[in-house]
């Protein structure tokens, strides 16, 4: 078998026949090891008869997806002055309010070239308002990596001019689905 890396800048243009493909977008490179996976057909594929949780090269695929979502959580994160996680899973409690702030847009639309590779582009439409836009692309990315972008009510005790006030707030995690 062939072990030489082939440049590819687009989705739709992978070899089956690669053992490992190495993809430049944005003056970072990717070393991404795939055996004979054809990740444009694999992503594109809705059969109900493929029992995904056998299927070596979707589990590979998933396994992307959440390290490309990973990268895209940390640097919103990262944005928005909060500390980094080292698993999807540790994304637990943050506020709406963090979340739906500009820079946070900003950081998907940068991102852009390289999130479009694995995940579609059906679910994060594009909104009128930016809050929606990061929510739906988060809810959608993540249920394309097998995971649930959850929320719910937070009651925060607030002190305004003395006064004890009640302020409830909106958390989002990920759980696994």
Do not use: W
């Not at 090269?57 to 959440?66: A, G, H, T």
């Not at 809810?139 to 394309?144: E, G, H, L, P």
């Amino acid at each position: 078998m062939s072990t030489e890396k082939k440049k590819v800048s687009i989705k739709k243009i992978i070899d089956p026949n690669i053992q490992s493909v190495n993809i430049t977008k944005l003056s970072e490179s990717y070393d991404l090891n795939i055996q004979s996976v054809n990740i444009a057909k694999l992503s594109e594929s809705h059969d109900p008869n493929i029992n995904k949780n056998d299927n070596e090269l979707y589990n590979k695929l998933i396994e992307m997806k959440r390290s490309i979502l990973l990268k895209l959580i940390n640097k919103i994160l990262v944005g928005v002055g909060l500390k980094e996680i080292i698993n999807l899973i540790d994304f637990v409690d943050i506020e709406r309010d963090y979340l739906i702030k500009d820079i946070c847009s900003q950081i998907i639309k940068d991102m852009e070239t390289e999130l479009y590779m694995f995940f579609n582009k059906t679910g994060a439409s594009y909104k009128k308002d930016a809050k929606k836009f990061v929510l739906n692309c988060l809810k959608s990315f993540a249920k394309q990596a097998n995971i649930k972008l959850c929320y719910r009510k937070k009651d925060v005790p607030v002190t305004i001019d003395g006064v004890l006030y009640r302020r409830i707030v909106y958390v989002y995690s990920f759980e696994t689905m």
